[in-house]
């Protein structure tokens, strides 16, 4: 709303704010130079919703008068011409609302007759007690913002910001009773709201989670433990776990430890200590009757049991590559554990057999068109043969040059 104001000096606008007709406390009411809406002065209505204003700027002849949202209400602006001193009066009408409830209990029972309070503010909106059951039921303004104050004798207060969005708001509280710090520590009582775990020992205030490391091993145990304390640890805890040590009792055996084997032992916590045993002395490092690996488990899981048969072939191949199965028979479906099923190895030709002359045996005889003693080596049985030609042939020789001599 403008207002056209003569030119004074100064200019007092008074006025009431109410809500259908019942007065509003804490009404925020604003004065505005025009052009610009520039803040010229404002102020807070009473306890009877009743404002007075005062306008000194001789300068701005004309002005708007407005009053803020509160509570249920939406804001309004005056839109009546002043002049001189003036009397406006808002009467506000509600905009749209959201249910607000809950309840209050100290740390287990509901409580009776605590006030809840809902301001805007220094400006109280609403105000309602609980029943026998800690419940409270009322309404707000919706898209508006909110403090909440719960009090109750021999209780501390509760305050709360909370802003309604279009839906119904639950906000529920807890008090805590007001009790003295018994041993004088500065603390107050866990069981009233305070924080000091042992209100009979000065040394002891505050409680801190840790996880043991009692072998001083520097790897913790996983689960956490609670204590009293005055601000410190016991020895051997530390506030955060590092790793898993499988057992606190043994500085040798934590995560990554190194595994000593076959000692049924899990010294690096992996869960088992492996073992691989050669029961049948062939050097290959498997178990031809009870096993080419033998898990050893510290826990209850499954445990790789891996059955490994002799290489094969027996005397290594051309190939020079050997193979094995190997079958673990607790089945556990993995093969993390798994000995090798194939290597490498050395192949060694054999020695050439030697050569034998003469009859071969069994295996020989005579050929059907030569006569000549034949068999599994027919070199050797030719020799002979060849040896009488060549003395033949000789002989011959010898013959034609005797006759060549005489012929002379």
Known sequence: MVIALPCASAWVITGQVTGQGTPISGAQVSILKVPGNILETSGTTDGSGAYSLTITDETAPLYTIKVDSIGVYAGDSNTTPLSTDSTVKFDLVPVATVSLSGYVKNTTDPLNNAVVKVKQGSSLIKSVNTNSAGYYSTSVGDTLNYTMVVSLASYSNQERNISASGSALLENFTLYMLCPDSDGDGYDDSACGGTDCNDTDASLFTELTGYADKDSDGFTILTAETFCTGGSLPANYSASATAGDCNDNNAGIYPGASEVHCNNVDEDCSGSDYCVVDDDDDDDGSSHSSGGG???????????????????????????????????INACDTDERKPDETRTCNYIAPEPEPEIDGDSGDDSGMDDITG?????????????????????AGLIGIAGLVMYIRKK
Do not use: F, H
């Open 294 to 328: 033998i898990l050893y488990s510290s826990e209850d899981e499954c445990s790789e049991n891996w059955i490994c048969d002799d290489w094969t072939p027996e005397e290594c191949p051309q190939s020079e590559e050997q193979t094995r199965t190997c079958e673990d």
């Open 372 to 392: 000549a003693v034949v068999g599994t080596d027919q070199k050797s049985s030719l020799w002979p043969l060849l040896g009488m030609i060549l003395i033949i």
